[in-house]
């Protein structure tokens, strides 16, 4: 047991999170991060779908590493996501169908994240299981942060709410407070998305471009 | 005819790929650092678009609906296949890119060096998958649209990638905060271009 969480293993995990975040700083995996943010709802549960199918795949890559010919790595890697995608799809339309609604095609999007090939290519085909398997979670939850403070900021300030709870007290609106719309269109969740990269690079300065 | 046609001009200015869905944002990102790369992208991205989803649309009709397979016999009438959608449109897509990649690598050497890093990129780029997800859910009635919808949305992703791409080769010579720099600036670009776009969408056909 002493050898389950090594410093490698440690790092593998706590890299994603923050100084090798997969959106802030990989840029993997956009596409979903901007579009499910709305609600903070949808976004935790994306955020756990995502990491959950990424830990997964990692392990089963990772196991089949060995076997899988170069040539048509690619191919069998998606056959891989696409199965496990489909299984988190019919559990959510089965135990949480609003939510499913609301995430439409984003959930079967999840097969062509750039996270996840992106760490199958870079991680899983050279790591053992374990560390894939750490590697899948670390990464997903490094995702799920960015999506849970972006969703958290736009359905605070575009709906007044969270969990579709009102925070935003009557009184407020009553002396004039009006909820911003931008906030729950599209384009403000890049803005929001940039403002946490700018915020993240500050703080990490060995992180900024030249 | 026409129906088509309004298909074609919405999917290109009001339910754009890149600004109103955020499909593909990966590749347009990575790719958009100069004009002639991007074009290669968009070209690239709008001709597997245009091939893969008339085929998704009519495996979709014809083997994965409820009651799809009816024209193979009356008793495979009540079977419903959709929960296959998603492995195999993500397998029709990386077998068509892979063909397409050795088509063109044969019949046309020069356009291969320009696109050829791109095709493989192709396969798991959004854009492609979530067109053919939309097609599922929109129920178009005919091929035609489906079509229609395809060239559509292609061309309004080369339309975003060769935008962005020409405004971050004129923003390489600005001064912009150290920890914007980059990543930062593109999102923020991104956004304005989005929020201009958002005019197109009261635009009725």
């Known amino acids: 047991m002493s050898k389950l969480f090594s410093d490698k293993t440690k790092q593998v995990f706590l890299g994603p999170l923050s100084k090798n975040n997969p959106i802030a700083v990989q840029v993997l995996g956009i596409c979903s991060a901007l579009a499910v943010t709305a609600k903070l709802e949808p976004a935790i549960v994306m955020g756990l779908s995502v990491t959950i199918i990424l830990g997964f795949s990692n392990v089963i890559i990772s196991l089949l590493r060995n076997t899988i010919p170069n040539r048509i790595r690619i191919i069998v890697q998606l056959v891989v996501v696409a199965a496990l995608v489909t299984v988190v799809s019919e559990v959510l339309k089965a135990f949480a169908y609003d939510v499913s609604v609301q995430l439409s095609v984003y959930i079967g999007l999840i097969i062509t994240n750039c996270i996840l090939m992106g760490r199958l290519e870079a991680f899983a085909m050279g790591n053992r299981p374990w560390e894939s398997f750490v590697d899948g979670i670390g990464n997903g939850l490094g995702y799920a942060w960015i999506l849970v403070v972006t969703a958290f900021f736009r359905e605070l300030l575009g709906a007044g709410s969270l969990f579709g709870v009102k925070i935003i007290p009557q009184s407020f609106y009553d002396a004039g407070y009006v909820n911003n719309g931008l906030m729950v269109m599209p384009p403000m969740a890049l803005i929001i998305v940039a403002v946490i990269i700018w915020v993240h690079r500050s703080i990490n300065k060995e992180l900024q471009e030249k | ?119 493989p990129l192709i396969a798991v780029n959004c854009a492609i998958m979530g067109g053919s997800l939309f097609m599922q859910q929109r129920q178009f009635v005919n091929i035609g649209e489906a079509t229609g919808y395809a060239v559509g949305s292609g061309i309004g992703f080369w339309l975003a990638i060769v935008g962005l791409a020409a405004i971050r080769e004129k923003m390489a010579y600005s001064d912009v905060f150290p920890a914007l720099r980059g990543l930062g600036i593109t999102f923020i670009t991104v956004a304005l271009m989005a929020m201009a776009f958002m005019s197109f969408s009261g635009l009725k056909i």
């Open chain 2, 1 to 119: 005819m026409e129906n088509v046609f309004s298909i074609l001009v919405k999917s290109i200015f009001v339910d754009n790929m890149i600004f109103a869905f955020f499909l593909g944002m990966c590749s347009y990102l990575a790719v958009s650092k100069n004009v002639k790369t991007s074009m290669g992208l968009g070209l690239a991205v709008t001709f597997v678009l245009a091939v893969t989803l008339p085929i998704n649309y009519l495996l979709e009709n014809y083997v994965l609906k409820e009651g799809a397979l009816a024209w193979l016999s009356p008793e495979m009438a009540s079977l419903d296949l959709s929960y296959l959608s998603f492995i195999l449109f993500i397998a029709v897509i990386a077998a068509i890119t892979q063909l397409v990649e050795m088509v063109v690598e044969k019949v046309s050497p020069s356009l291969y060096a320009s696109l050829g890093i791109f095709l």
